[in-house]
């Protein structure tokens, strides 16, 4: 039982409000929140200051409930405090093999004429594998690029020397790749290790999928369908699809999702095109926040329709996972995101970086491990986070601050050319979801929203 030792108090907290009378209350620095009615506001706070109770069981139920949700602080903590991360060392670690690509896109905000030529050396990533290995009992590979498939030998050294040093229980291989060079022997190894396996597709025909292409500037569409027919099984159970969303495929990203439904595939996850890379110069493709809200728009209703389902879209359900989790667990849709902390990158140049979505300084480690827990690029996305909440234009007052993080420092660098600004994008689709969440769960008999979230993390 919970002692009482001091007067109890509600967290710091903001209000949005929903209809007929019900506010939610919505923490500044978790992810608590609750829903009641407006009018007994006055009355709970006046319970709080009266309280006089000595265990949480023997509470009236609605301090009970904030209790549970996270709001209500006894001796300065709350129950949310017991799911905060204590341990700073990275969980994830992203390999850049290489800059180098067998194929064109036109966007890459990985591209750099410099950086092309480099490749990762192995042992680099031996320090890097043994640094995490002293640190912690488990943790994550994702293989990247460029594309990684291109050092594939160097994915197989990587493996068999990680799994000398950790029981293959504890390790979680993942690689990003355009899939181009797949073949038996690659496939059989991706399965035999158990990699999830990330493809990059834009659309399901060459219009729709026309920045992706080859050196030779030949359409890369044929070569997803070929991957879909030879090796069906595996792209079903083993694969999702990441897409950019720019001005030539957003209309067509519903159909898209429909498609990979149909056949079979896991996972949809889209990223909307940056300004970073070889895109710093396609303005005119970027889309703007209206029209990437009227994307989400158009696929929640086909979630609520139920004739998106079986589909995991990704970009949707870690950002409803929000509402389920006080810390959560998603990398980039919390605040501070994981480059605080949780993420680390290895560039092809044998730099350490907290985040590979865009090359700046502001992510910059360097090549010495020693610097990763304690570096000026982790304090960079802290500072960050703490400046928006008390003083970001747009943030400082938004009571869904805590939900979005105060967007993604990368994507506000490549759009603003400036860590102390947000990524309007990522800020209208966080004001168009979470109202629309709250709304559901407190107005509607039922919850096909939170039912889809449900159904993909039974």
């Known amino acids: 039982m919970q002692t009482l030792a001091s007067p109890l108090s509600l967290i710091n907290y903001r209000i949005h409000r929903l209809r007929e009378g ?3 209350l919505i923490g500044v620095r978790s992810n608590a929140w609750c829903i009641i009615q407006e009018k007994d506001l006055d009355r709970i706070m006046d319970l709080i200051q009266t309280n006089d109770q000595d265990t949480v069981e023997l509470f009236p139920p609605v301090l009970q409930a904030l209790w549970h949700a996270g709001l209500l602080k006894i001796n300065d903590r709350c129950f949310s405090d017991a799911a905060k991360k204590n341990d700073k060392t ?35 990533i031996k320090e890097s594998i043994d640094y995490l290995v002293s640190k912690r009992p488990s943790f994550g590979i994702v293989f990247h690029g460029g594309e990684p498939l291109l050092r594939f030998d160097l994915i197989k050294q990587t493996v068999e020397y990680t799994l000398t040093k950790v029981d293959r229980r504890h390790v979680k291989f993942q690689i990003q790749t355009n899939g181009l060079l797949l073949d038996d022997k690659i496939i059989n190894f991706l399965e035999t290790h158990n990699f999830s396996v990330g493809l990059s597709l834009d659309g399901i025909n060459e219009q729709t999928n026309s920045l992706r292409v080859t050196h030779n500037n030949r359409p890369t569409t044929d070569f997803f369908h070929r991957l879909l027919n030879t090796y069906p099984e595996f792209v079903k159970n083993r694969c999702g699809v990441l897409s950019v969303v720019s001005k030539n495929n957003i209309d067509s990203i519903p159909d898209l999702a429909l498609w990979l439904q149909d056949k079979g595939v896991n996972n949809l996850s889209i990223s909307f095109l940056d300004l970073t890379g070889k895109g710093k110069l396609m303005l005119d493709k970027k889309v703007s926040p209206k029209e990437a809200v009227q994307l989400f728009e158009k696929m929640i209703e086909l979630i609520r329709k139920e004739k998106l389902w079986e589909l995991s879209f990704t970009s949707l359900l870690s950002r409803i996972s929000n509402l389920y989790q006080f810390v959560p667990k998603n990398f980039c849709h919390k605040g501070p995101c994981a480059a605080s902390d949780d993420f680390l990158v290895l560039d092809a140049e044998g730099n350490f970086r907290t985040c590979d979505c865009i090359y700046d300084p502001f ?8 610097d990763i827990l304690e570096s000026q690029a982790r304090a960079n996305i802290i500072e960050r986070h703490q400046w928006l909440e008390t003083d970001g234009l747009q943030c400082h007052k938004c009571e869904f601050f805590s939900f979005c993080g105060g967007t993604c420092a990368a994507k506000a660098i490549a759009a603003n050319n400036d860590p102390l600004s947000i990524d309007h994008i990522e800020c209208a689709i966080a004001k168009y979801i979470f109202p629309e969440l709250l709304d559901e769960y407190i107005f509607s008999e039922s919850k096909p929203l939170f039912d889809y979230y449900n159904y993909h993390n039974p």
Do not use: M, Q, V
């Not at 290489?98 to 064109?104: F, K, L, S």
């Not at 905000?109 to 410099?114: I, K």
């Open 22 to 24: 019900y506010i939610a």
């Open 90 to 124: 990275p969980s994830s670690l992203l390999l850049k093999l290489t800059g180098a690509c067998n194929i064109n896109c036109e966007y890459c905000y990985d591209y750099d004429h410099g950086r092309w030529k480099k490749a990762l050396s192995f042992d680099k």
């Open 363 to 370: 992510f910059f480690i360097g090549p010495d491990k020693n």
